[in-house]
């Protein structure tokens, strides 16, 4: 059954939930069977194997086929290239062997998405090299109760920028690596998931993802909705958030949901001030909605998620 053939969108839960929430005193990792079965628990029959996952854990949590996968998000398994976790490498890189690096984990990435039954593979694309200071500045004054004023507007102003001077510069390397990507998923039958990102230095932005994506048909490359990601970089003055769906939704092949309390994201969703009638007027109805909840959100607060996209309609009403 295609996605669009499914009566209702996949509910999934990222296994970002299980960090230190099953582990045994002594042990290295956390037990995905233990995982996967409070996931089915509390409601989820999908999970998304996301990037900090080792070998092990994801052998386990495939083979013990007590859950099935909405999606992997890229780089999976968690690795070590050279001195570096492999979520550290920059697809973006100007140095062609560290770029080379990141784009043969995420083939990786697409092996594991094969091996795990799913179709969908989420993919942060990289960016220029270093958090700018502009951005570091707004975000202490946001925590510190300043989100608006003199300062804070020429912060803002500041960075975009510099982000329109810089951006150009290593765009090129990120373009060269979703197409050296694309042309191994599309062989194998896997859809590149292009996520919105957290930081202003990083790629896409809404233009740049419209370039990326011309590219491609929607079954090589679509866009990946992280709702979180797209609230932040909004409460910091950088981007609307309601420019992505806007302008984006017919390439929208999946989402992050996730609830955002000031600038702290990955919250249930429920416990914080996403705006949820825009996300449920906009998003594709069949798409997936994978819950990228952090492991300090407890259990209740994860279980009661399904329950609440279904209240404002993210979810349809049983």
Not at 119 to 128: A, I, N
Request: glycine share 8%; net charge negative; charged share 30%.
């Amino acid at each position: 059954m295609s996605p669009e053939e499914r009566s209702e969108p996949i509910v999934s839960l990222s296994t970002m939930w299980s960090q230190g929430r099953f582990r045994k005193d002594g042990d290295e990792r956390d037990s995905m069977i233990e995982f996967a079965n409070k996931a089915v628990e509390l409601g989820f029959s999908y999970a998304e194997i996301n990037y900090v996952i080792p070998p092990e854990g994801v052998d386990e949590l495939i083979e013990s086929g007590l859950i099935a996968f909405s999606s992997v998000h890229s780089p999976c398994p968690r690795v070590k290239v050279g001195t570096r976790h492999s979520e550290a490498l920059n697809l973006a890189s100007k140095d062609e062997t560290e770029r080379k690096q990141a784009v043969q984990v995420a083939k990786d990435s697409v092996d594991t998405a094969v091996r795990a039954n799913t179709k969908l593979l989420v993919v942060h694309l990289g960016g220029l090299p270093n958090v700018f200071d502009e951005e570091k500045k707004l975000r202490k004054m946001f925590d510190e109760g300043t989100q608006s004023g003199e300062e804070f507007a020429r912060l803002g102003k500041q960075a975009i920028e510099r982000r329109h001077k810089e951006a150009p510069s290593h765009f090129p390397h990120a373009k060269q690596s979703l197409a050296d990507i694309a042309e191994y998923a599309a062989a194998k039958g896997v859809t590149i998931g292009l996520e919105n990102r957290y930081h202003y230095h990083e790629y896409p932005d809404p233009d740049e993802m419209q370039v990326l994506l011309a590219d491609y048909p929607p079954e090589v490359a679509g866009f990946w909705l992280d709702i979180g990601h797209a609230e932040v970089l909004d409460r910091l003055g950088f981007l609307p958030h309601t420019r992505w769906l806007d302008e984006l939704s017919s390439r929208c092949v999946g989402t992050h949901v996730h609830d955002v309390d000031g600038l702290a994201d990955h919250r249930a969703p429920g416990f914080g001030t996403a705006d949820w009638p825009h996300y449920t007027a906009k998003l594709p109805a069949h798409i997936p909605r994978v819950n990228e909840i952090n492991q300090r959100q407890d259990e209740d607060r994860v279980g009661g998620a399904i329950a609440y996209l279904r209240s404002v309609g993210a979810l349809p009403k049983i």
